[in-house]
């Protein structure tokens, strides 16, 4: 697959789940993003660059700090902007600026940036240091980026469970995409091999207990596993359905099913 049809396979991807991105089992999503916006630390008068913004938690929240200062929301698929509008119309936010396309042909100007920030988003980008170059471009000296992503752990041992429960069908385990990204050190070889320093990282635990195994199917069948998914026929899916949340019930405990969630948050400074 070339970056064309990578990046035509995540819009579609994300087109199809944006609807319900926003459900109850995916509220780690809200959860991280307040975490960063807290770790930038905004004054409050800054221009910011919300990049693969989704349905957008991040971008809501930085519209929240940002009383004199704006946001530009970008995304691919435009069905998860459409979300992030009605969030932020709901918030009373008129301080964001909502843009559909690709991070890598957006137009950026010299010193147009005060901060860039991207929640859950880098690890899909085709050619993520090219990318992370390409909008740092805008930045201020001193600027910050600002990201997220989720450890080598997180979503275990569910993920692998369902990987040996479509195993029967021909679907190979994919490659996981936040793997690019899941541990500290590959977080600061990005950030200092595109120009940033004073490089920090710190690690949140985002998760929580599940109510049941529909809760779990949620997460799969809502986010980016829904590619996957759609690869079985109709009676393939509700068999696999079927059998893996059964293997997942015998996880459950007193207070539900853990979802494990541990999430990096990173950010460097322009020099």
């Not at 991040?58 to 998860?80: N, Y």
């Not at 635990?205 to 079985?232: H, I, P």
């Not at 696999?240 to 950010?267: C, D, P, Y």
Request: with cysteine; hydrophobic share 40%; aromatic share 10%.
């Amino acid at each position: 697959m070339d970056n064309i049809e990578m990046k035509q396979a995540i819009e579609s991807t994300f087109n199809t789940v944006a609807p319900l991105y926003d459900c109850r089992a995916l509220r780690f999503f809200t959860n991280a993003a307040g975490h960063l916006v807290e770790q930038l630390a905004l004054r409050g008068d800054e221009q910011v660059l919300d990049i693969a913004c989704g349905t957008g938690q991040v971008t809501t929240c930085l519209g929240h700090a940002l009383p004199t200062g704006s946001v530009w929301a970008v995304d691919l698929a435009q069905q998860m902007l459409d979300q992030a509008q009605q969030r932020a119309k709901r918030d009373g936010l008129s301080n964001i600026r909502f843009e559909q396309g690709d991070v890598d042909g957006l137009s950026i100007q010299a010193n147009m940036l005060d901060a860039i920030s991207c929640g859950f988003g880098l690890f899909f980008l085709p050619d993520i240091k090219r990318s992370v170059s390409h909008v740092s471009a805008g930045l201020k000296p001193g600027g910050r980026f600002i990201f997220s992503t989720f450890t080598g752990n997180a979503f275990s041992p569910m993920t692998e469970m369902a990987f040996d429960a479509l195993a029967p069908y021909g679907v190979e385990p994919p490659k996981e995409m936040w793997r690019r990204l899941d541990t500290k050190e590959k977080h600061h070889q990005l950030l200092n091999e595109s120009g940033f320093d004073k490089v920090s990282t710190q690690q949140q635990q985002c998760g929580y207990y599940l109510a049941n195994v529909d809760e779990w199917w949620d997460v799969l069948w809502n986010a980016g596993f829904r590619s996957l998914l759609m690869t079985l026929s109709e009676q393939q899916l509700a068999e696999f359905r079927e059998k893996h949340l059964a293997e997942v019930a015998e996880l459950s405990t007193e207070q539900g099913i853990w979802l494990n969630i541990e999430v990096l948050i990173s950010q460097g400074v322009r020099s």
